[in-house]
């Protein structure tokens, strides 16, 4: 039975940076050969701007499991999502001080289970009842090579968030393509000099790809693993161009923006500095809680063509179980209490996470009317990045933002710029195989 959806709160929560998610090669059993089914389970969970609103959720989480598993005890720690690379490959490393389970994202998936540190817990997610309801795009990011190494915890897009009252002022209608998108936010900031039209950020990647995506553009082509980047391409180059023409005098100041990433540009729109912005499901709350509540409104972001959506990077975290642990039976059975449909139910009447169970989406979408264009967004047609244990490398070393930024300031062409991160792109593919 789903939980009863409450008031939201408005917890003031900055856009949620994507960890991901490792497993190993193998199936079967622990690592450390034991099963017990007593003791104390450590749990590593990210750490948000306000996760007051998150641990109450997690501790009656908590609570349910240890009534129902006499003997066991749990502990949770949250570490902050920026230290998580380190944190993670330690624990790898150390199966003696690594937890039980923990939270990670959907981008690092391929390399954790290059890594071989979380479980395969195929037969159990498959045993599980309610995981037949889990949205398809939220299952294939627990799942590499057929094999299914988590539980999916929340799913996150992004949309088109814009100022009512800018657009009423002005006399302008909501953009419906993305050259009405640019034209609209050069209008904007022509007529009030003191906003961006559409706040972007050079170092926005997850912002930039709907340009990229909605053009026939392609971050790589392959499988399995072996990759070639086509980031470089004559489409992605077409959608490359049209987003960094959104920086500069007329719209985004390079001196001001070359350098933002997403959270900048959601803090940006929620502190009335910005007439449109692209944001998150995850950044209502942060949005809520600034200048510009009670004046916003969102849609999806609209595609090349009238009537379209561009695709959305289908972000989001998922709760997976370490291959260490020695009470594999106890960590999944916490696993599933963690990302039951009652607990992402409670977590996005605490934080706004969007539930990965389509029944459960489907209520919270009935009840609160903000849902509805990311809902839209996720059934038009999401993107993932490559599923190669590279891309945490090619996300770490800054190679796309780097691109953008290349564009923005003028040190190099499109062409230029694309063809340089696309060769880094392949070294990063070569270096794992």
Not at 28 to 34: A, D, F, N, Q, V
Not at 331 to 346: E, G, I
Request: a neutral charge.
């Amino acid at each position: 039975m789903l939980v009863k959806l409450s008031v939201r709160t408005a917890a003031a929560v900055a856009a949620l940076a994507v960890a991901t998610a490792c497993a190993p090669q193998t199936s079967g059993g622990s690592s450390s050969g034991k099963d017990e089914k007593t003791g104390t389970l450590r749990v590593w969970l990210f750490q948000e701007v306000d996760n007051a609103p998150k641990q109450k959720v997690v501790d009656t989480a908590v609570a349910a499991f240890e009534k129902t598993h006499k003997g066991a005890e749990v502990t949770v720690e949250y570490i902050p999502v920026e230290t998580r690379a380190q944190r993670v490959k330690a624990a790898f490393n150390d199966p003696k001080s690594a937890p039980d389970v923990i939270e990670y994202g959907n981008t690092d998936t391929a390399g954790y289970v290059k890594d071989g540190g979380l479980a395969d817990i195929t037969k159990e997610f498959n045993g599980w009842s309610e995981a037949k309801d889990t949205d398809p795009t939220a299952r294939q990011s627990v799942t590499v090579d057929g094999k299914i190494y988590g539980a999916p915890y929340f799913v996150g897009v992004r949309a088109l968030y814009y100022r009512t009252d800018v657009l009423q002022d002005l006399g302008l209608e909501v953009p419906k393509t993305q050259d009405e998108l640019a034209e609209t936010a050069r209008k904007i900031h022509a007529a009030r000099p003191d906003l961006y039209g559409l706040a972007v950020g050079g170092a926005y990647t997850y912002g930039a790809m709907p340009f990229i995506w909605s053009r026939g553009g392609e971050l790589a082509e392959g499988k399995g693993g072996s990759y070639s980047s086509t980031i470089d391409s004559a489409q992605a180059q077409k959608g490359i161009k049209a987003y960094t023409s959104l920086f500069g005098s007329g719209n985004c100041p390079a001196a001001k923006c070359a350098g933002m990433g997403g959270n900048d540009t959601v803090t940006a729109f929620a502190s009335g500095k910005a007439g449109m912005a692209i944001g998150g499901d995850f950044s209502h709350a942060a949005i809520e809680a600034g200048k510009v509540k009670g004046k916003y409104a969102v849609v999806p972001l609209p595609g090349v063509k009238p009537g379209s959506v561009a695709p959305a990077f289908a972000g989001g975290n998922n709760i997976g179980v370490l291959k260490s642990t020695s009470h594999r039976t106890l960590a999944v059975d916490l696993m599933k209490q963690l990302a039951s449909k009652r607990t992402q139910s409670a977590l996005f009447d605490a934080m706004g996470f969007l539930p990965t169970y389509t029944d459960v989406r489907q209520e919270v979408a009935a009840e609160e009317p903000f849902v509805a264009p990311f809902v839209k967004t996720l059934a038009s047609g999401a993107k993932f990045v490559p599923a190669s244990p590279a891309w945490a490398q090619i996300d770490a070393s800054l190679v796309l933002p780097t691109m953008f930024q290349e564009v923005i300031s003028g040190k190099k062409d499109v062409a230029a710029a694309s063809k340089d991160a696309a060769e880094k792109m392949n070294d990063a593919f070569s270096s794992v195989g």
